[in-house]
């Protein structure tokens, strides 16, 4: 069984930085992308930035391009999301996905909740200006 655990969340001023964490166990194949999606009062769940774990392929949201880096770790069981130059905007529920990965990564971050196999709790990120 999958799991994913986040961390990282918390208070920033706008312009600061986080680095959420997503520790990932039970995965069973080679082929996964791991993303991250956030959820901000009364909007839809987006996708922010995934990762193929098999080649190291990544995805961005226009939004974050340039100011968010997501990365893995050698043993791919710890999926990371840089931010910088953090904006209110940014301010939501980041949550971790998983899913076997049989498309690109692009696609995988337009995804709906429901298309994905695995999800984390999720960690609140909270931008102030």
């Known amino acids: 069984q999958v799991q994913l655990v986040e961390s990282g969340g918390g208070l920033v001023q706008s312009g600061g930085s986080l680095r959420l964490s997503c520790a990932a166990s039970?995965?069973?194949?080679?082929?996964?992308?791991v993303g991250w999606f956030r959820q901000a009062p009364g909007k839809e769940r987006e996708g922010v930035s995934c990762?193929?774990?098999?080649?190291?392929?990544?995805h961005y949201a226009d939004s974050v391009k340039g100011r968010f880096t997501i990365s893995g770790d050698n043993a791919k069981t710890t999926v990371y999301l840089q931010m910088n130059n953090l904006k209110p905007e940014d301010t939501a529920v980041y949550y971790c996905?998983?899913?076997?990965?049989?498309?690109?990564?692009?696609?995988?971050?337009?995804?709906?909740?429901?298309?994905?196999?695995?999800w984390g709790q999720g960690t609140q990120v909270t931008v102030s200006s």
């Open positions: 990762m193929d774990l098999s080649d190291n392929s990544t």
């Open positions: 039970g995965f069973t194949a080679d082929y996964y992308g």
């Open positions: 996905a998983a899913v076997v990965l049989w498309t690109s990564v692009q696609v995988m971050c337009e995804m709906s909740q429901y298309e994905l196999d695995y």
